[in-house]
């Protein structure tokens, strides 16, 4: 089938004003009559949740955290764009939405794109009301600093914690309205179900961690924020918690899953020093303006690294890359390391290369490295021990981040009716690359600007209070969550939920990693459902349901890895390209370079959900370029 | 190396709990604190018995989730470091260990060694936040804000309400979580005009969720991971000095 | 409303203990100097009490403050201290301490072993119902020989054991109280807390060192 992103026509820079004034209202008396449904509360989540109550919605708000300020938002780093043009280089909307959508490899929807760069500009002014502290100069003004490669200075940022700035600055308006009575919170309580009553979202089914209790809600909008889903590698930034589960649960009730296969790997994390490994520390990029990357030249070397004199490395960026050196895209940066160790020259524990500073430090004293980057190493000599003044800090490439996610329209709806999905949760404006210091900007824009706006037109052709928990639906769906914690517990095998996050964290991070080949997905799409079957006769899951039982929630979130790792390895075996995050080693230039063939994949891949074992069925929305030409990029 | 761990254990908020001994064997070095628990209990999951339950999150010190006080140190014996960045080459091979939930009566335990902080939620939607509403504010740069004020609202605004001040603090006190947002605001333009109301309804907030009053050990600001000075506390008493004149009670 | 509001407010409730502790702080150091006046012999401290008492109502208004500052003091002490204690019902197994000091801790402790000692002092010196015979250093018409009383009663050893325990509880508490006080009212930053920190101990110190003089000089037969 082919699907319909229903992108209003007319020019790019009008559609989003115009599409405004074609979209609904609700009466304001009869805003009080409507419930949302909000699940997570990261800033796609948080600032929805609180613009929606503002207007005068009732919300209710779930978050599997203790509290809504712990969402997983809080731990990004570098900052948020906006094409403010500040600094006056020559920025622009115009510029920002060319940047993001050749970012994203031209994978992403034009309007999309560009409604995300207009938006920009107002969630800067938003956070500075809110009392967000930007860095400033000494004249007072907001300060700017160059990210991610871009040519123009657009990114703001507050230290090294945009991330938790922006989030705690909603969480703030969120609280508000808590106070005002029209948010009520569910913290420690995940989403389970979601409830369809006549094709439209309707409500949602809950277990609450405290108690074990199964509870459903009822609304008239069900708006899904909850995250990514990187955590099926095992290993990765995300947060322990992060999970498919909320957006998986919702596919399995008809939602499409679009485009899993987009799936970024950030090159400069601290790496695994074992099996006990539970997750991975990111380290500003910003370390490879100074660090030089290399690994020894002999197999085997195991002399410390002062002691391997300049001839015996290679620094292979440097070398392959000369133009880009150190700087290469993350992409090529991660695939290159990833290369080295798999031909033997891994450092440490064989998974990771030298970023070496020891030149910079000659070139530019100790104290001027320390000034730049003195938090960054103190952080990594908390975690590894190592002084990386004194020898090269050892890093390696993992899971940061989905660019994939449930597909929406234009207004952020998904194909089931009522059902809205915001943030990394949604598909919709990363294409198959994100650009440093967007995914701040998406989710803000979405819940503040977007969203509030098109669930109101959802809203305004529906009738308040439809449903109620009393329903049969509800009554299935609980059944359903109850009996399936129940059959995690009855199975009481001999292997733990980790065993199996790690057994198919190996197979995602091997098979349908950083480089994917046709025998590499074929292999994977087999070996997933056998890992899945032997999850159901041998995990082991202590306790009760009726308890906080921690096992359980883990378990329920692998059972769904487990078959949400099938289709993300379908999805990359269907995309017979390489594109941004997606890298197919048969379609790459001699440098290595992806190679995009736009007249057969110039389309999102949604995917149905089969049912049981059946296999998922594909529909293509495609994607047409007006407004930009499609290029080829090239760092060499 | 090979630890004696004493965990605190609990049913549920009703039960009594206690100190239960546990062995933590061929512990690496290069785990952190909370992949050795995760080793524990897998060890005890293995063995059919129930596994320590904690909170955590994202494993890098700035969620805010992990709360665990090891020997008597809220977050452990590194300083500025959360439970989840401490690292076990701080401990030694036949260390004794003792791991306790944050202890205070408005953070009652819910099991073993997960406690309930949502009244530090409830304190800041008594008033930790600028009122405005999304939309028709203006732009970012209309008002300038010194960059030493913006700087020092940055500093306090560092705190990731973890609750480990109130799990240090001899009485129970909030002073510093309260005084991190109090003094975030106070420095900024935008937060002056309910600057007086704010402080006033966070600290009201505080006692009547059971927190108590700050008597200046200074206990908070040596456990807490993100450093934020007491000078916040003196902060927020100016601050509700010069609240005094114009003051309704909430 | 606005002083209900000084009650409802965990600073508020504060600001009662450190203007209180304020005051009886101050007179700490008043008094020490005039006591000070002991030393320059019995002529001199028995005219500062003759002229002390000369003030007539203002002694007694000045008395008066003095004691609703140390009601407010010990009652909000007392309740402060009570309500602390209930939002810590249950400490740690294992207890570290990193930054609190002794004083910190005790000031329940030294705060009421100050106030029995004040009682008694009062009993001793201004009421003269508890120590030594007031006919023993009194006239035939009543009239108090200050200087007289003062050295006699610290020729005993019992009574110099005595002072010196309460001023010993005085330092304790003012070790921690001036320091305490600044940052309650919220006269402290970054770079002026440790220095009050300091300060207020050397100031405890010195007052430490200036009462304890008297009992001691006198018992050491330096003050005659």
């Known amino acids: 089938m082919i699907l319909d992103g229903k992108c209003p026509s007319g020019p790019l820079k009008d559609k989003w004003d115009n599409h405004r004034r074609d979209l609904k209202l609700v009466n304001p008396a009869n805003k009080r009559k409507y419930t949302v449904l909000v699940v997570g509360t990261g800033l796609a989540g948080a600032s929805a949740a609180a613009t929606l109550a503002e207007l005068g919605y009732n919300v209710e708000a779930f978050c599997y955290q203790d509290s809504p300020r712990r969402a997983h938002s809080i731990a990004a780093q570098g900052g948020i764009n906006a094409a403010k043009n500040y600094p006056n280089d020559g920025d622009s909307i115009f ?542 | 190396m ?109 099991k073993d060694l997960i406690v309930d902080r949502t009244a530090m939620d409830r304190i800041v939607e008594a008033g930790g936040y600028v009122s405005v509403s999304t939309g028709g504010v203006p732009d970012a740069n209309a008002i300038l804000i010194p960059k030493d004020d913006a700087d020092t609202a940055m500093d306090a605004a560092e705190c990731i309400g973890c609750g480990a001040c109130v799990a240090a603090c001899p009485n129970g006190s909030a002073m510093l979580f309260v005084s991190a947002k109090v003094g975030q605001l106070a420095k900024l333009p935008q937060g002056r005009p309910e600057a007086a109301s704010r402080v006033c309804a966070m600290t009201e907030t505080m006692l009547d969720e059971g927190f108590g009053n700050c008597s200046n050990h200074y206990e908070c600001e040596a456990s807490c991971p993100k450093g934020i000075s007491v000078k916040f506390i003196a902060m927020l008493n100016r601050e509700y000095l010069k609240a005094l004149p114009k003051l309704k009670s909430k | 409303m606005q002083l209900m509001n000084l009650f409802r407010s965990s600073v508020g409730r504060k600001l009662f203990m450190a203007c209180s502790g304020l005051m009886l702080a101050g007179f700490v150091a008043a008094h020490l100097l005039g006591n000070t006046t002991l030393f320059a012999g019995s002529a001199a401290i028995n005219a500062y009490a003759e002229q002390l008492h000369k003030l007539g109502p203002v002694l007694w208004i000045f008395r008066l403050g003095l004691l609703g500052a140390l009601l407010v003091h010990v009652t909000f002490g007392i309740w402060l201290t009570l309500q602390n204690r209930a939002a810590k019902p249950m400490g740690y197994a294992k207890k570290a301490v990193q930054s609190t000091t002794l004083a910190a801790e005790t000031m329940i402790y030294s705060g009421l072993a100050l106030l029995a000692f004040v009682v008694y002092h009062l009993l001793h010196f201004t009421l003269r119902k508890v120590g030594l015979d007031p006919s023993l250093f009194s006239d035939a018409a009543g009239q108090v020989d200050v200087f007289r009383m003062i050295v006699l009663s610290f020729k005993q050893w019992p009574l110099v054991l005595l002072y010196t325990g309460g001023l010993a509880a005085l330092f304790l508490h003012l070790s921690h109280g001036i320091s305490s006080t600044f940052q309650t009212l919220g006269a402290c930053n970054e770079q002026l807390l440790p220095l009050l920190r300091k300060a207020g101990l050397v100031a405890a110190l010195a007052l430490l060192a200036g009462y304890l003089s008297i009992p001691l000089l006198t018992f050491f037969g330096l003050v005659s």
């Open chain 2, 2 to 110: 090979n630890l004696t761990l004493h965990v605190w254990r609990q049913q549920g908020p009703d039960d009594k709990g206690q100190l239960e001994r546990h062995q933590a064997t061929d512990v690496s070095p290069d785990m952190s604190f909370l992949e050795m628990l995760d080793e524990v209990n897998e060890a005890l999951i293995k063995e059919g018995r129930e596994p320590i339950v904690f909170d955590h999150d994202c494993r890098e010190g700035i969620c805010g989730t992990c709360s665990q006080v090891i020997n008597g140190q809220p977050h452990g014996p590194q300083a500025e470091t959360t439970v989840c960045q401490l690292h076990m080459r701080q401990f030694k091979d036949g260390d004794e260990i003792y791991i306790e939930p944050w202890r205070a009566r408005a953070f009652p335990v819910l």
């Open chain 1, 95 to 636: 510029r920002l939405f060319q940047d993001t959508i050749k970012g994203g490899d031209f994978r992403a929807r034009e309007a999309n794109v560009y409604r995300l760069a207009q938006i920009s500009n107002n969630i800067i002014d938003q956070c500075v009301a809110q009392g967000v502290p930007f860095a400033r100069d000494y004249a007072g003004y907001l300060e700017n600093r160059s990210f991610g490669g871009a040519q123009v200075s657009r990114t703001f940022f507050a230290r090294g914690q945009t991330g938790q700035q922006l989030l705690l600055g909603a969480y703030q308006a969120f609280s508000r309205q808590v106070q005002a009575g029209k948010i009520r919170v569910h913290a420690r309580t995940e989403m389970l179900d979601l409830v369809v009553v006549d094709g439209e979202a309707k409500g949602i089914t809950v277990r609450n961690l405290v108690t074990g209790e199964v509870q459903c809600h009822a609304g008239d909008a069900v708006v899904l924020a909850s995250g990514g889903y990187v955590n099926v590698y095992n290993l990765s930034t995300n947060a322990m918690g992060s999970s498919v589960t909320a957006a998986w649960r919702a596919h399995k009730k008809g939602a499409y899953f679009a485009n899993p296969c987009y799936t970024q790997i950030h090159p400069t994390c601290i790496p695994v020093t074992g099996d006990h490994q539970s997750k991975l520390t990111l380290m500003s990029e910003s370390l490879r303006n100074d660090g030089r990357i290399w690994v020894p030249k002999n197999k085997g070397d195991q002399r410390p690294a002062h002691q391997i004199p300049e001839d015996d490395r290679d620094y292979y960026l440097e070398r392959k890359y000369p133009s880009f050196g150190n700087l290469a895209p993350r992409d090529i940066a991660s695939r290159a390391a990833k290369q080295a160790c798999d031909a033997g020259l891994g450092v440490g524990s064989g998974r990771g290369v030298y970023l070496d500073f020891a030149d910079a430090i000659e070139r530019l004293g100790e104290d001027t490295i320390r000034a730049r980057y003195g938090n960054l190493f103190d952080m990594y000599q908390r975690i590894t021990g190592e002084d990386a003044y004194g020898q090269p800090m050892r890093i390696y490439p993992a899971l940061h981040y989905a660019m994939g996610g449930l597909w929406v329209d234009y207004n952020l709806q998904s194909n089931v009716p009522g059902l809205f999905v915001l943030g990394e949760a949604n598909f919709s404006d990363h294409g198959a690359n994100r650009l440093g210091a967007s995914a701040l900007m998406q989710g803000l824009a979405d819940g503040y600007f977007i969203a509030p706006y098109t669930i109101a037109d959802y809203l305004a052709r529906t009738e308040p209070g439809k449903v109620s928990i009393k329903g049969d639906e509800f009554r299935d769906s609980a059944a359903q969550v109850e009996g399936l914690s129940n059959k995690l517990l009855a199975v009481n095998g001999r292997k733990t939920v980790n065993d199996f996050h790690r057994e198919l964290g190996h197979i995602m991070w091997e098979d349908v990693g950083m480089a994917r080949s046709k025998e590499s997905l074929t292999a994977a799409v087999e070996k997933i459902p056998a890992l899945r079957e032997e999850f159901w006769n041998n995990v082991r899951v202590p306790g009760s349901g009726a308890d906080l039982n921690q096992e359980l929630e883990k378990a329920g979130r692998m059972a769904d890895y487990l078959e949400f790792g099938e289709l993300l390895a379908r999805d990359a075996l269907n995309r017979d390209e390489s594109c941004g995050g997606h890298f197919r080693v048969e379609h790459q230039t001699e440098e290595g370079e992806a190679v995009r063939h736009d007249d057969d994949f110039s389309y999102v891949a949604a995917w149905e959900y089969g049912g049981g074992e059946k296999t998922p069925q594909l529909h293509k929305e495609p994607l047409t370029f007006e407004d930009i030409e499609l290029a080829v990029r090239s760092y060499k």
